[in-house]
């Protein structure tokens, strides 16, 4: 009887998180449940407890194999930007996740889910750091408070893009297919935003700063 072949832990242990981002992405974080995660991914409840322990730490591990190298980028590219053009602002969309990832990112900004949202936050947290202070060098006229709003509403539209909703659509009748070219999405966000960010200061604001 020939000998069954056994795979790598690394493949098993990558073809969990691609499921489990998969699934994360289609129906949630309590939506998506081992059960589903172990049929898909052709694994046993063990193999998943074996290679990340808990549902929590699988969570944790879908996020961390696409942010940490993601962070690590962002921070290398507006480095690199300031030491070439001191004052601009790195606009970059979300590379090196691939679709499920980046539309699962979405959701999670948009789904109350209070430990999801601490654990972003905690992997975003040196990258954020290092953007607002460069938004800040960049935009010196801009008191702190109205900036750390628009920073807020630039995420908000972040989040809803990445969601990948239909409302765009619904709304103005875009093609479909739009939504996933990358080099439109990329300059559509980018002129809005620096828009946003730049747009002129209310009297209103000007008096309460």
């Not at 072949?5 to 699934?23: F, G, S, Y």
């Not at 948009?110 to 992997?123: N, S």
């Amino acid at each position: 009887m020939p000998l069954r072949a056994i795979k790598p832990q690394h493949e098993t242990r990558t073809r969990i998180l691609d499921v489990a981002e998969e699934l994360f992405m289609q129906h949630g974080f309590e939506g998506a449940s081992m059960r589903m995660l172990t049929a898909k991914a052709g694994v046993n409840l063990a193999a998943v407890n074996y290679h990340f322990g808990s549902k929590h730490a699988l969570i944790e591990a879908v996020f961390r194999r696409r942010l940490d190298p993601m962070n690590v980028a962002r921070i290398a590219a507006l480095d690199k930007l300031e030491a070439e053009a001191p004052g601009r602002v790195l606009a970059e969309d979300a590379k090196g996740g691939g679709r499920n990832f980046i539309r699962l990112l979405g959701r999670t900004y948009t789904e109350p889910a209070k430990t999801i949202r601490a654990l972003i936050g905690h992997l975003y947290a040196p990258a954020m750091e290092r953007y607002k202070a460069a938004f800040e060098r960049a935009l010196p006229r801009m008191p702190r408070e109205e900036l750390v709003w628009r920073i807020h509403f630039m995420f908000g539209t972040l989040a809803y893009t990445l969601a990948a909703t239909d409302t765009v659509q619904l709304i103005a009748g875009c093609k479909p297919e739009d939504r996933y070219d990358a080099r439109l999405l990329e300059e559509r966000l980018a002129a809005f935003l620096t828009a946003g960010l730049n747009a002129p200061l209310k009297n209103t604001i000007k008096q309460a700063a």
